[in-house]
């Protein structure tokens, strides 16, 4: 079985079309390819481990090399491209569950970086936070990141405006979900409202009444657990965001990428 940070011929066929070209006429040494960079950053992404410490006997490069190349991928929407065109493909599949959606959000300790705050959940040390929505099995569709101390409440109609065009069947993307499905923490009933006016029906658990929506809302919470199974991201050590951002998004293209049919990967 292949080391989760090696690249299949298959994956890399859609993420070479999506990366920048390189400009012509530059001089110096010859780049490293961007695959083989590619390596590096999933290695960094998959152990956690440190750019300085990256191993070059293994062929990513340097970690500065690596850090570079990721920047300058999450600066083109790289990753975003992938997770869509992942998307896209587990549409065309039947694969995206969209009569209901399912959201909630997760602490991260975080070490340094804009976005953090102190966490109501870690004796308020210096935490991030990671905003999930899936689909009904717990694909996910978008993310995003505040500091430990934001509501989820929040965050709720960022991340059901985050969710891109998905395409892979007839006639126009599709964007919304029909049902939204969501704990107690996102009992508001402004939201609600605001929910309904986008055509979404809400589901959302009262305030000190038990918790209905478990049965179903627990694919959102195995899909943060599949998230943070990606050591660099359980800890957030990036001080800046977007590099924070390109990680969070080459994980989740990751997990869709794995919910594909066998087939197709």
Request: glycine content about 10%.
């Amino acid at each position: 079985m292949a080391a989760p940070w090696v690249v299949s011929d298959e994956l890399w066929e859609r993420i070479e079309p999506l990366l920048p070209a390189r400009p012509a006429g530059r001089t110096g040494p010859k780049p490293l390819p961007d695959r083989q960079v590619l390596q590096g950053i999933l290695f960094v992404l998959v152990t956690g481990i440190g750019w300085e410490d990256l191993p070059q006997e293994l062929g990513f490069g340097s970690g500065m090399t690596c850090w570079r190349r990721l920047r300058d991928w999450q600066e083109t929407g790289v990753f975003d491209q992938l997770h869509e065109v992942l998307l896209a493909e587990l549409n065309a599949a039947g694969q995206i569950d969209w009569s209901r959606a399912c959201v909630d959000a997760s602490h991260v300790r975080a070490k340094r970086g804009a976005r953090t705050g102190p966490s109501p959940v870690d004796r308020g040390k210096t935490g991030s936070k990671h905003h999930l929505i899936t689909d009904g099995g717990g694909i996910p569709l978008a993310t995003l990141l505040t500091g430990g101390n934001r509501h989820d409440i929040t965050q709720l109609l960022p991340l059901v405006e985050k969710v891109p065009p998905v395409r892979g069947r007839r006639g126009r993307p599709r964007r919304k979900p029909d049902v939204l499905v969501a704990d107690r923490g996102y009992d508001y009933e402004p939201y609600r409202h605001q929910l309904r006016q986008r055509g979404i029906t809400p589901l959302i658990s009262r305030k000190r009444t038990r918790d209905t929506n478990q049965p179903v809302r627990w694919v959102v919470e195995q899909t943060l657990a599949l998230l943070h199974q990606f050591r660099r991201l359980a800890t957030r050590w990036e001080r800046r965001t977007d590099i924070h951002h390109g990680f969070l998004t080459l994980a989740t293209s990751l997990i869709s990428w794995r919910r594909l049919p066998k087939q197709m990967r």
